[in-house]
């Protein structure tokens, strides 16, 4: 599968190539902020098939709370394009900015549901953890 994509004003444009390595919502309080209140709903790609294809993306790694992410955005427009995953190999795409979100389809699992709000919805029959799905 191959997935463009782009930030809400135009600057940054991405690909990527390869299969998905999981479509996960994710509802801890941090994403929170990036989607507004909803979960925020992920694709995981390979990062050694990622590039921008236009524009330098900005990004971002919070210093006061364990284990932080590294987070692109576009530094004209605001929009959080990804999540850096190293531990992984992947880069979690933020759906939204995918030229065909429908490519996510439906997410494989819910995670951080400690933080979840009364207004989130999970799907029916998805596994949903509290935190990370357990390793191994
Ligand atoms: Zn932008
Ligand atoms: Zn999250």
Redesign the pocket.
């Given at each position: 599968m191959e997935v463009t994509g782009k930030c809400y004003c135009g600057a940054l444009e991405y690909k990527v190539s390869g299969e998905p390595l999981f479509r996960g919502q994710?509802?801890?309080r941090?994403?929170q902020y990036m989607t507004g209140g909803h979960p925020?709903s992920v694709m995981g790609m390979p990062s050694s098939n990622f590039e921008y294809t236009k524009g330098k993306a900005a990004s971002f790694t919070r210093s006061d709370i364990p284990n932080p992410v590294t987070r692109d955005f576009c530094s004209n427009c605001g929009t959080h394009t990804l999540t850096n995953l190293p531990a992984m190999a992947a880069v979690l795409l933020k759906v939204g900015t995918m030229d065909d979100p429908s490519l996510y389809g439906k997410p494989d699992m819910a995670?951080?549901t400690c933080d979840a709000q009364e207004f989130h919805i999970i799907p029916e029959g998805i596994p949903a953890f509290e935190k990370m799905p357990p390793t191994g």
């Open positions: 994710c509802h801890c941090e994403c925020l995670i951080f």
